[in-house]
Every structure is written in C-alpha cells, then in structure tokens.
C-alpha cells in the first residue's frame, strides 16, 4: 500500500461535532501536511507539521504527528456544514526528494 | 498575493491527440510540481522540477514529458492521449524545503 493512507475513507457526522481523521505513512518524513479539497476543486493548505513536532493548532483544526507509528490526525472541532469536503494528507520523504505523497484522502460530510 | 496560474483550466481532446498543460509558479518560487488526479482518487505525483533541472520523478507515462523554462513556467505536454488520461492536472510550486503550500486550481482535461 502507499504512502500516507487515511482512515476512515468517509465520515459523516452532525453540524457542531468534532472529525477525526487519520493518516498513516511508511518511510520517515520531513514534514507532513494536511489539505481539503472540495468536489473536484483546488488543493488547500491547512496546516503543516514538521518531524519535529507533535501538535500544532490553526483556529478550529488540529493535528498531530506520532513519528514512532508514522501516523498524524486531523480534528476538526465544532465542525460546520461548510467543513464539508475530502481531507489528505500529504508526507515530504526524508532524502532529498522534491516530492509530496498523497493519500487516499477522507470525504467528510457535516450534516445541517 | 499571486497564486499558480494554470492553463487551459478545462481542456477536451480525443484518443490519440495531444495536450500541453501550462504552469505559472509564484514568483520567486524555485520548485514546481506536477500531479494527476484521476475522478474519485487521490494526487499522484508525476513529476518535480528545482531550479529548472528535473529533480524528481513519479508515476509519469513515457507519452508524458515536462520542462521547467527560464522564466521558471513549466509545460506538461501530454501526447497520445488515452481516456484514461482524463483527470484534474494540478500544478503546485514552493520554495524548496519549505513545505508544499501553494497549488493551482488545476486543468482539467478530458479525453474523448
């Protein structure tokens, strides 16, 4: 399997309630990065956490970052119907690559 | 600020034609980096090019090439194209090391 795998594939949950989502990756990184898309639109940054670091909070998201089981979550608390979209992750391998794996990605639904 | 700029942001083409794809980084961005997503998949990296020299590599088909120009633009030129070429073209530039923060909104081509 590849790179930056997400887990669950998709979430449903009720406007106000907190999401979850899950990343796993297999070959250590430099950093690792957190992106929404809606419906067949752009990538958007959300945040970036480096090898170095285990949490880091922007507004309602938060992430960690477990290097010793290659994996980090996304939450998103009091979520929003506007929250709605798929969420990836994306690793930066260790060793001078110039390259991001993707993946599978999350399609998060919040319900009104 | 200035965001990529990619163009066409919709392309149709049939089997067997070819397609270019361009890329306009953020200035003073160094990195440029190529990924296609099929409908309902996650990013695939093709190809990274730094400071205009190809640097890394991914699943890009021989019937695809790419080139970083001196104005740092880079094309995607696609040629005998299949259906299943039919997919979001993203473009994304960064500095290099800095994360990858900034991507296009993406062509999308479809072949008929």
């Known amino acids: 399997s590849q790179q930056g795998e997400e887990d669950p594939q998709a979430l449903s949950i009720q406007e106000g309630e907190n999401a979850t989502m899950n990343c796993s990756y297999k070959t250590s990184i430099n950093n690792l990065q957190w992106y929404r898309q809606n419906s067949g639109r752009g990538l958007v940054h959300l945040i970036l956490?480096?090898?170095?670091?285990r949490e880091k909070h922007s507004g309602r998201l938060r992430v960690t970052l477990d290097t010793s089981k290659k994996s980090s979550s996304l939450l998103i608390t009091a979520s929003r119907a506007a929250d709605t979209a798929s969420y990836f992750c994306?690793?930066?391998?260790?060793?001078?690559?110039?390259?991001?794996?993707f993946g599978t990605g999350t399609r998060l639904k919040v319900l009104a | 600020a200035a965001g990529v700029i990619q163009s066409p942001r919709h392309l149709i083409k049939e089997k067997r034609e070819t397609a270019t794809l361009k890329c306009y980084p953020i200035?003073?961005?160094?990195?440029v980096y190529w990924y296609q997503q099929g409908p309902g998949q996650d990013p695939q990296f093709l190809i990274s090019?730094?400071?205009?020299?190809?640097?890394d590599k991914g699943s890009i088909p021989d019937r695809f090439s790419a080139q970083q120009f001196s104005d740092y633009h880079s094309e995607l030129n696609m040629s005998s194209l299949e259906l299943g070429d039919s997919a979001l073209y993203f473009c994304?530039?960064?500095?290099?090391?800095?994360?990858?923060?900034?991507f296009g909104p993406g062509t999308r081509l479809t072949v008929t």
């Open positions: 994304a530039s960064s500095l290099a090391g800095r994360g990858l923060k900034d």
């Open positions: 090019f730094y400071e205009k020299m190809q640097s």
């Open positions: 956490i480096r090898s170095n670091e």
């Open positions: 994306a690793t930066d391998p260790r060793g001078g690559t110039y390259k991001y794996i």
């Open positions: 200035p003073r961005h160094d990195t």
